[in-house]
């Protein structure tokens, strides 16, 4: 009997340093690219087509996309920070709108978390704006977070989830609308479930979560 098959391998395309947003240092790197391929007696004998690419850290063994690369880390530093801001600001007012009510004391709070997150002001009138036009658009920005948490290291999606699970909480109960965002948030960022329930325990036993 022939017994044949595919599977995906895994192949170094490259080698050198670069800069992990994870260890937030210089650390050497491996490309690798995934191809599948066709196997006869489970071997490997005729390269298929390319499932994609990926950079990986030699030191955390994280992965990131290979955009990563090309990464300046004295400009990155600046524009990271204006990202994860602006990611910080969006997932916030999604949040606030995961139950289809805004009021003005969600407004107030949602400034609140933000500066105790991030560490920056945001004006009342700020938020209300980028609340409105988030409604308006109606956009979706789960993906934005998922490609943005390739450049992102665990402590920034730790505060991410934060901020969301506070602006859920604040008005005392967390709506199943609410909860579902939360868990789509942790899958958009990559966590474990595990990760995931220890961030919301962290929080939730903080004076502002609830």
Not at 97 to 124: F, K, M, P, T, W
Request: net charge negative.
């Amino acid at each position: 009997m022939i017994i044949f098959g595919w599977r995906d391998r895994a192949s170094t395309k490259e080698r050198g340093n670069f800069y992990c947003p994870q260890c937030e240092a210089q650390n050497p790197f491996k490309r690798q690219e995934i191809r599948s391929w066709f196997t006869l007696y489970f071997i490997p004998v005729i390269p298929l087509h390319t499932k994609g690419e990926y950079v990986e850290c030699n030191r955390c063994r994280g992965t990131f996309h290979v955009k990563v690369l090309s990464l300046n880390p004295e400009k990155q530093n600046e524009e990271f920070a204006a990202e994860y801001q602006h990611a910080m600001v969006a997932v916030m007012t999604a949040m606030l709108l995961a139950d289809g009510n805004v009021d003005d004391s969600e407004i107030d709070r949602a400034c609140e978390i933000y500066e105790r997150v991030s560490g920056n002001q945001a004006s009342r009138q700020d938020m209300l704006d980028y609340v409105n036009r988030t409604q308006q658009s109606g956009e979706d920005i789960l993906p934005k977070v998922q490609q943005f948490a390739t450049t992102l290291n665990e402590h920034g999606k730790e505060m991410i989830v934060k901020a969301a699970y506070m602006i859920a909480a604040a008005d005392g109960t967390i709506d199943p609308s609410e909860q579902r965002f939360l868990g789509q948030l942790g899958g958009a960022l990559g966590l474990s479930k595990a990760h995931f329930r220890g961030i919301l325990s962290e929080v939730a036993a903080t004076p502002l979560a609830g």
